[in-house]
């Protein structure tokens, strides 16, 4: 049973950084594709960004485009989110998630079979 454990949420002013972090459990997270998404309050859920299980392939939504990165360290079964220049507008729940994909295969936003409770991201002055 996969298990999903985000950490590193908090509260920054605009324009500072964070890195938040999905630590797996009961898989061998080498075999997922991992992506983050996010809730704000009276919005619906937004796919931020993913990464195959190669690491080969990302995506990125265009609203985060040029400030966010996702890796991923395998040997720590960890996918990571570093988030750079962030603005009041990212303020959310982010959350991972995973599904089962093929070495090789691309990832996408939509159709996630498992998830993480998620992480307070605040961003104010």
């Known amino acids: 049973q996969v298990q999903l454990v985000e950490s590193g949420g908090g509260l920054v002013q605009p324009g500072g950084s964070l890195r938040l972090s999905c630590a797996a459990s009961?898989?061998?997270?080498?075999?997922?594709?991992v992506g983050w998404f996010r809730q704000a309050p009276g919005k619906e859920r937004e796919g931020v960004s993913c990464?195959?299980?190669?690491?080969?392939?990302?995506r990125y939504a265009d609203s985060v485009k040029g400030r966010i990165t996702i890796s991923r360290d395998n040997a720590k079964n960890t996918v990571y989110l570093q988030m750079n220049s962030l603005k009041p507008e990212d303020t959310a729940v982010y959350s991972c998630a995973t599904y089962s994909s093929p070495y090789g295969s691309g990832c996408r936003l939509t159709h996630y079979d498992s998830w993480g409770q998620g992480t307070q991201v605040t961003v104010s002055s």
């Open positions: 009961g898989v061998t997270l080498n075999y997922y594709a």
């Open positions: 990464i195959s299980s190669s690491s080969l392939s990302t």
